[in-house]
């Protein structure tokens, strides 16, 4: 993969759930099986959302609900494709897409 691509960001807290699973577990499986270029899932340490409440990874802090982040790489054409299931998938968060430009991808 070289050229213009998709970067495609999903922004769920750690406690999200889907089939008795963290969210973020069940969504890198899911991508994996739809064959996505690449995926990384970032932990967060702080953050808020739609809700304004902070989530911290302070060490008295025992259940932070931190922000977990998936970065999903690939071409526009097929981010496009899974747009419409990850959004059901994603009950809770914040999703978008941003155009890139890709100038080197694996050796």
């Not at 970067?7 to 064959?35: A, C, D, F, M, S």
């Not at 902070?54 to 982040?69: C, F, G, K, M, Q």
Request: proline share 4%; net charge neutral; charged share 25%.
């Amino acid at each position: 993969m070289h050229g213009n691509a998709k970067l495609l960001k999903v922004y769920v807290g750690e406690n999200e759930r889907y089939k008795n699973k963290p969210l973020y577990q069940y969504l890198i499986k899911w991508l994996h099986e739809e064959k996505i270029a690449g995926v990384t899932i970032t932990r967060g340490i702080e953050g808020y959302g739609q809700d304004k409440v902070v989530h911290t990874a302070r060490l008295l802090e025992l259940s932070a609900d931190l922000p977990i982040v998936l970065e999903i790489v690939d071409t526009t054409e097929n981010i496009e494709g899974i747009l419409p299931q990850l959004c059901q998938l994603v009950p809770k968060g914040l999703i978008f897409t941003t155009d890139i430009f890709v100038h080197k991808y694996g050796k």
